[in-house]
């Protein structure tokens, strides 16, 4: 099983949702704070593999959520 992100304006939210629902597609809505955590998830399984993280990236975060750095 593969999964798949897909942005979609708040408008077209229902659409999306009716048309998953006829092709039988399992669909989740994502809060900010889900695809950011899900986000740096990612850039931390990254830097794992490569040891490099980019610096900016993890101070944008912080940033972000109110750290000063």
Same mark, same amino acid.
Do not use: Q
């Given at each position: 099983?593969?999964?798949?992100?897909?942005?979609?304006? &708040?408008?077209?939210?229902?659409?999306?949702?009716? %048309? !998953?629902?006829? %092709?039988?597609? =399992?669909?989740?809505? @994502?809060? &900010?704070?889900? %695809? /950011?955590? =899900? @986000? @740096?998830?990612?850039?931390?399984?990254? *830097?794992?593999?490569? /040891?490099?993280?980019? %610096? /900016?990236?993890?101070?944008?975060? !912080?940033?972000?959520? *109110?750290?000063?750095?």
């Amino acid at each position: 099983m593969k999964t798949i992100i897909v942005n979609v304006p &708040d408008k077209d939210e229902s659409v999306v949702a009716e %048309l !998953f629902k006829k %092709l039988h597609l =399992k669909s989740r809505v @994502l809060t &900010d704070e889900e %695809l /950011e955590d =899900k @986000l @740096l998830a990612k850039w931390i399984k990254e *830097g794992m593999k490569s /040891e490099d993280v980019p %610096l /900016e990236n993890v101070y944008a975060y !912080f940033r972000k959520h *109110g750290v000063d750095c």
